[in-house]
């Protein structure tokens, strides 16, 4: 059974920075593909980053394109996103997901495993 479990979430004032930290189990995450997510209130949740297994291709929205870095770290089974210049409208329920087979990047389906958040709220 795969877990993933987000963590690192908080309250940063903007122009500041956060590490948010997916630690799995159950499967390597070196084999499949991770994502980022994020679901501000009364809107749907929309796609932040994503990397790819094998060579870790990585993959950003628009919005968080040159602010945010997604990576991970092999020995711990873990993926991170780096979260810099935040802004206001970056606040929102961070979700990682994950899956091993062939998908759209971008789309919520192609997930099969998901964490069950973390808060990120910045302030002006």
């Known amino acids: 059974q795969v877990q993933l479990v987000e963590s690192g979430g908080g309250l940063v004032q903007a122009g500041g920075s956060l590490r948010l930290s997916c630690a799995a189990s159950g499967r390597t995450i070196s084999s499949g593909t991770v994502a980022w997510f994020r679901q501000a209130p009364g809107k749907e949740r929309e796609f932040v980053a994503a990397i790819t297994s094998g060579g870790g291709n990585t993959n950003y929205a628009d919005s968080v394109s040159g602010r945010f870095t997604i990576s991970r770290d092999y020995a711990k089974n873990t993926a991170y996103v780096q979260m810099n210049n935040l802004k206001p409208e970056d606040t929102a329920v961070y979700y990682c997901?994950?899956?091993?087979?062939?998908?759209?990047?971008?789309?919520?389906?192609?997930?099969?495993?998901w964490g069950q958040g973390t808060q990120v709220t910045v302030s002006s």
């Open positions: 997901a994950a899956s091993w087979r062939p998908l759209n990047l971008r789309r919520t389906g192609g997930y099969d495993y």
